[in-house]
């Protein structure tokens, strides 16, 4: 993400710059398509994480229940014993 970031950075520092002392003639034509596509490379990586982290945040819950259920059986087993 650092790294996407940094490289969209840079490209506005260059794009300014360019367009300071050339008037824009390199980053005219490429600026907006460079930018909206590493945009768009955030924004998927962005919803990417999202999922992942919702994904590993019900396996966590789910193992977390198991351990209970476990738990919860173990007792009852000695509660019968007795």
Same mark, same amino acid.
């Given at each position: 993400?650092? /790294?996407?970031?940094?490289? /969209?950075?840079? !490209?506005? *520092?260059?794009?300014? !710059?360019? @367009? *300071?002392?050339? $008037?824009?003639?390199?980053?005219?034509?490429? #600026? @907006?398509? /460079?930018? $909206? &596509? *590493? @945009?768009?490379? !955030? &924004?998927?990586?962005?919803?990417?994480?999202?999922?992942?982290?919702? !994904?590993? #945040?019900?396996?966590?819950? *789910?193992?977390? &229940?198991?351990?209970?259920?476990? #738990? &919860?059986?173990?007792?009852?087993?000695?509660?019968?014993?007795?």
């Amino acid at each position: 993400m650092f /790294l996407w970031c940094g490289v /969209l950075f840079a !490209l506005g *520092i260059i794009a300014f !710059l360019d @367009s *300071i002392f050339n $008037m824009g003639d390199i980053f005219r034509k490429v #600026n @907006s398509v /460079l930018f $909206m &596509l *590493i @945009s768009m490379a !955030l &924004l998927i990586r962005t919803t990417t994480k999202m999922k992942e982290k919702k !994904l590993e #945040n019900s396996e966590q819950r *789910i193992f977390k &229940l198991e351990q209970q259920v476990k #738990n &919860l059986e173990r007792s009852k087993k000695k509660v019968d014993q007795f």
